[in-house]
């Protein structure tokens, strides 16, 4: 399955680094998303973005940043994480909104396993 | 806020054995969700449920929404050892973020 890819697979960073996840989806998608998946907590959606545009930001600190230059691509800056951020960060694509923030199915990348020391 | 919750959170069952796992939501849904993550692998959709009430199979698995649109449930029949994973429920309501459910890890013994 290489319809959504993310980069790094794995990443390990310092509380004081700056880093950045990569997401590109290849199945014509216009709207994109972030995800936390951690062991102590459900799949949490943490941003939205629809034709390019950030339609939800679901209460993420400033510390993580995205940015969607495109409808292929996605980012997730980070800076100054807390050793809590440590989890699986996942991407996911769908064609689009369906209208009064309903959500289409997701097609998933295969997630960065980010850890913070 | 928009609450779901998925019960069991581990079942183990003999091979051939069924399972089922239960979504409950907070609130009435515009529709439901499930996907299937395996061990070490990203969550995979598997079907959506829109109308009170509604049933639908694939194969051995059968999904229910319920009259209300508040809960649902997924059923495996005679399970296999390529069924292990974790299913995940997502409550889709418009004016709300998609809600998924803290998931149910089944794990099936040969």
């Known amino acids: 399955e290489t319809g959504v890819t993310q980069t790094p697979r794995h990443l390990v960073m310092g509380m004081t680094n700056k880093k950045s996840l990569k997401c590109e989806q290849h199945?014509?998608?216009?709207?994109m998303y972030w995800y936390k998946q951690s062991a102590k907590k459900p799949l949490e959606l943490m941003f939205v973005y629809n034709f390019k545009e950030q339609t939800e930001n679901n209460s993420v600190p400033s510390r993580f940043s995205p940015e969607c230059p495109n409808s292929s691509h996605l980012f997730l800056h980070l800076h100054t994480l807390q050793p809590e951020d440590s989890a699986l960060y996942l991407c996911?694509?769908?064609?689009?909104?369906?209208?009064?923030?309903?959500?289409?199915?997701?097609?998933f990348g295969p997630g960065t396993r980010l850890t913070v020391t | 806020g928009q609450q779901v919750m998925q019960i069991p959170q581990y079942q183990h069952v003999q091979e051939g054995e069924d399972f089922t796992t239960y979504c409950n939501s907070s609130?009435?849904?515009?529709?439901i969700q499930w996907y299937k993550q395996r061990p070490g692998g990203h969550p995979v959709f598997l079907i959506q449920l829109v109308k009170s009430g509604e049933v639908k199979k694939q194969k051995r698995l059968t999904f229910q929404f319920g009259e209300a649109k508040k809960n649902s449930s997924l059923h495996i029949t005679a399970t296999q050892t390529t069924d292990v994973g974790t299913y995940f429920c997502a409550g889709n309501n418009a004016g709300n973020m998609l809600t998924f459910g803290g998931g149910t890890r089944l794990m099936v013994k040969p």
């Open positions: 609130t009435t849904l515009s529709n």
């Open positions: 199945l014509g998608h216009n709207a």
């Open positions: 996911a694509s769908s064609p689009r909104l369906a209208g009064g923030n309903l959500y289409h199915e997701q097609y």
